[in-house]
């Protein structure tokens, strides 16, 4: 009886030396590795840092529908589209793909001096602009059609006051020739050819001025020159 009881003891006392060399080690390993983050992410959005655009906003999908770099979840105006992120729309941006927050323009042109040169004609340089574009956003066909557009609305700043111009230079010749057909007279028809002339100058000066910008001239100041003698 007293060597059974001698032979339990030894083995409680080895369960337990066997238990405490699987435990300590545990022990040790929890007390001495320490916890490792794989990258900077502190917004909960699993978007590391460095590439999440909204850094202290939780947004895993990373919608950015202005495509400014900011995300629609941090972004004040996520429709305001700026190209060159200079914090002016590009509806009204005399250039769109170069910043220039003062938009100064010291030719009146319509284009910023930031990107203006003197050297090319204001039209091809909008077209060098859509070119470069096309060529970092390979894809945005939206965002294409939409700057073509603009280049239209952008003409038509030049084309109408052009149009406006010759059309009431015009008229005016056209109601001295009337005046001359009623009366018959021959004076009034010197002044009839004279306001005619001065007419087609006019209709002959905004044509070259839009030509020298690189602008299409339109269909209807063409016709009017076709009063004028070549």
């Known amino acids: 009886m ?26 040790a390993i929890g007390l001495t590795v320490p916890t490792v983050q794989v990258f900077a992410e502190h917004d909960g959005d699993n978007v ?88 970092s956003i390979l894809g945005l066909d939206d965002r294409v059609t939409e700057l073509e557009n603009k280049i239209v609305v952008f003409e038509e700043l030049f084309t109408d006051p052009a149009l ?17 057909d009623k009366t018959g007279k021959e004076k009034d028809q010197e002044k009839a050819d004279k306001e005619q002339d001065k007419a087609c100058d006019v209709i002959q000066e905004e044509i070259t001025k839009l030509d020298d910008k690189g602008i299409t001239i339109p269909t209807e100041l063409q016709q009017l020159s076709n009063n004028c003698p070549v």
Not at 68 to 82: I, K, N, S
Not at 164 to 180: H, L, P, S, T, V
């Open 48 to 135: 590391e840092d460095g590439v999440d655009n909204c850094p202290d906003v939780a947004n895993q999908d990373q919608i950015d529908t202005d495509n400014d770099g900011v995300g629609d979840a941090c972004d004040p105006r996520p429709t305001f589209a700026d190209m060159d992120l200079d914090d002016i729309g590009d509806d009204v941006d005399n250039c769109l793909i170069t910043p220039n927050t003062d938009q100064t323009d010291t030719d009146g042109d319509g284009l910023g001096d930031a990107c203006d040169s003197q050297n090319e004609p204001i039209f091809q340089q909008i077209i060098s602009q859509i070119q470069a574009i096309l060529a």
């Open 164 to 180: 406006e111009k010759a059309n009431k230079a015009q008229d005016k010749a056209d109601k001295e020739q009337q005046k001359a």
């Open 2 to 27: 007293k060597i059974t009881s001698m032979t339990n003891q030894h083995d409680n006392t080895k369960n337990k030396i066997l238990i405490a060399m699987m435990i300590l080690p545990l022990i």
